[in-house]
């Protein structure tokens, strides 16, 4: 959707846009309205999942730096309705020499804090100061439920260390005398753990889990294509019948589709998110942080990263009252973009190719994206404030 700009006033707050748009105009006024700022404190990390982006992206790993990460921390303060620092991304956070220095800072400043992360770094000491310090969320990867039978496996070990840092966080938030930090759980489904899920649900409500985030396997690989239960070889409703009993019972499930639906819903724009990438460049979402390839119900595309500008350059204000940024919320909160995933021209599209533009026009593109049609979910603090806070 091509566009053109008009007229700019000079402050941040008094900013606004005139777009072109067909045989109109929009004004668009930017405001400082971002909610929930995720930090990539750092790419690296101490596991090798076969399904995680890590494996096949073109990208260079790295550390954020701590000055960049202060001065992060110091732009936030300018957003009135910030309700939350999420350490996240396509990183481990707790492999970042200076983790917690960084959980203290950010709880020194009185922003709520959260974050994911695969636990198996955190000791019990970090998890007893996350308690005492009230950091509000943390979210844990676990795709199985580990059992005697089958710990030799690194699934079923990984699962089994992040079980007892569960067990464990649970027990010294009971003896600060708070419910914080609230617990996640972040789970993919394929077809090798989709009939597992009720018992896995099961499982982390006697753990003291709070929730459980459930989201489909994105392919990165002609081989992964296969295991996905979103393309009609899987009946899911017997399995999610059997989840929904559990979240009656007090655990707080959030269930993907399982099946393409024409409805569109990105979480990243309707809660006004923001992603800082190591390096400090500015993404609005986890899809558009790195290089790599993608497999949309088996047609291979290229996602480019994608930044509206570095925060080493700008503050983070300037950049998310920038024009671009500001144009690219409008026409993604507006679902202003193309429908790539089911059009019957996509098998014959250039456009399809790669994430940069569509065929409306807009760059980047979220047109293909498995996100938007909640098969692919991230944990979103949202999921838990409404039941927790």
């Known amino acids: 959707m091509k566009y053109s700009h008009h007229s700019t006033r000079s402050s941040n707050q008094s900013r606004e846009y005139t777009f072109s748009l067909w045989d109109g ?229 959030k269930i993907p589709y399982f099946e393409l639906r024409t409805e569109r819903s990105c979480d990243f724009d309707e809660n006004n998110v923001a992603v800082v990438r190591w390096d400090g460049e500015v993404s609005p979402c986890y899809r558009f942080l790195h290089s790599y390839y993608e497999y949309i119900f088996g047609r291979r595309k290229k996602v480019n990263a994608y930044s509206f500008g570095n925060v080493r350059e700008k503050t983070l204000a300037e950049i998310w009252t920038g024009e671009k940024y500001t144009w690219f919320r409008f026409t993604m909160k507006n679902y202003m973009y193309p429908s790539c995933t089911d059009c019957s021209l996509r098998d014959a599209c250039d456009f399809v190719r790669t994430s940069d533009i569509d065929c409306w026009g807009n760059e980047p593109s979220c047109a293909d994206c498995l996100w938007a049609r909640r098969l692919v979910q991230c944990p979103i603090p949202q999921h838990m404030f409404g039941k927790f806070f």
């Open 25 to 253: 105009k929009v004004i668009v006024k930017p405001k400082l309205d971002m909610k929930y700022l995720y930090i990539e404190t750092t790419s690296r990390c101490n596991l090798k999942c076969e399904m995680c982006f890590k494996q096949y992206w073109e990208d260079s790993e790295g550390d954020m730096d701590y000055d960049l990460f202060l001065k992060i921390l110091d732009d936030a303060e300018e957003f009135p309705e910030l309700k939350m620092i999420y350490f996240g991304g396509i990183g481990e956070p707790s492999v970042h020499p200076r983790f917690m220095d960084m959980v203290r800072e950010v709880k020194r400043r009185g922003f709520a804090l959260g974050m994911s992360t695969n636990g198996t770094l955190l000791r019990d000491d970090m998890l007893r100061e996350f308690a005492e310090l009230g950091v509000e969320l943390i979210y844990f990867s676990m795709d199985t439920v580990p059992t005697a039978q089958n710990a030799i496996t690194l699934g079923h070990l990984a699962a089994a260390l992040t079980a007892d840092k569960i067990r464990k966080l649970v027990k010294y938030r009971e003896e600060t005398g708070t419910h914080r930090p609230s617990i996640g759980v972040e789970v993919v489904v394929t077809k090798e753990n989709y009939m597992e899920l009720p018992e896995l649900a099961r499982y982390l409500k006697e753990l003291g889990a709070d929730a459980m985030l459930v989201s489909n396997l994105l392919p990165m690989t002609e081989e992964q294509v296969n295991d996905v239960i979103y393309d009609g070889s899987i009946d899911m409703e017997p399995v999610v019948d059997e989840l929904y009993k559990v979240a009656h019972e007090g655990l707080y499930i």
